[in-house]
């Protein structure tokens, strides 16, 4: 197969990783920036152009879009499907999982577990808000965080009020939500590919830490999910449409509580911790499904 990795950069872990596996199985692989993508968008041909040329025709595509460059990246990968290119992440999957209210409201939707969560813009009563998830501790978080900066922890309602305050005067959109101490500042991270769970770890905070994100000082390990678990993260992947997706999860006295679901999740962690070949894992079921399925809304998403 002809395989286009979407990827700013080639020397990222991830994408030297699924160029390897990709070659190692036998495909061609090319890595394309995003970013240096351009396109005729009016043409009853579409095609994509690169570098002066227009891009051959791929079998399929791994959009591998980071969180600035959802708007241009998306439209990059609804070019492909409308050349008829299957995408192992639509479009459309991707848009709907980078909205985190439009995720929370749509596993909300099916049922799916997730902690109590308010959002708000510039609330009147922040009392009111903070009443409506159950009152302090909350986790205080602005909409466009990453990597656990954003995300406070406040113990108080005096001081959930002060930084949601503080929140509202620099304008920014914010989701608190209950605290859940039971999960120790730990999470969950569990791979979806294809409707299954093909690796997990779990990510422990550093002392003192509740965010468990690596990038703050985190580790990884291995771990055994429950069935319950397992379930919550393919439910959660079948809930967004991706084929491809890190659902990341709470452990909490309720069962499992989702906290997000990423798109392009990273490899180097969870290859790591688990040992798992996961690029291979992710090119064998492109290998499956590319022809089968081929792309499900064909750019009309
Ligand atoms: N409601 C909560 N209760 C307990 N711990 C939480 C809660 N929300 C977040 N955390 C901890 O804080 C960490 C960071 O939170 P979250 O994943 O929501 O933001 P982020 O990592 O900055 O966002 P992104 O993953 O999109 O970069 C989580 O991994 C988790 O360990
Ligand atoms: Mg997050
Ligand atoms: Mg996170």
Known sequence: MKIAILSRNPRLYSTRRLVEAGEQL???????????????????NPSVRYDGKPLPKYDAVIPRIGASVTFYGTAVVRQFEMMGTYSINESVAI????????SLQLMSRKGLGLPKTGFAHHPDKIGDLLKNVGGAPVVIKLLEGTQGIGVVLAESNKTAESI?????????????QEYIKEAGGADIRCLVVGGKVIAA???????????????????ASLIRLSPEERRTAVEAAKVMGLNMCGVDILRSNNGPLIMEVNSSPGLEGIESAT???????IIKHIEKTAFLSSTKTKGKG
């Not at 848009?95 to 439009?102: E, F, M, Q, Y």
């Not at 503080?166 to 989701?175: D, Q, S, T, V, Y």
């Not at 770890?201 to 580790?219: D, I, V």
């Open 26 to 44: 036998g495909h061609e692989v090319d890595v394309i920036d995003t970013m240096h993508c351009y396109m005729d968008i009016t043409s009853s």
């Open 95 to 102: 848009s709907r999982s980078r909205d985190k209210l439009r």
């Open 164 to 176: 949601i305050e503080a929140f509202m005067g620099l304008k920014a959109n914010i989701l608190v």
């Open 201 to 219: 770890m779990k990510r422990q905070g550093a002392e003192g830490e509740f965010r468990s994100n690596l990038h703050r000082g985190g580790t």
């Open 275 to 281: 040992g798992k070949d996961v690029a291979s894992m």
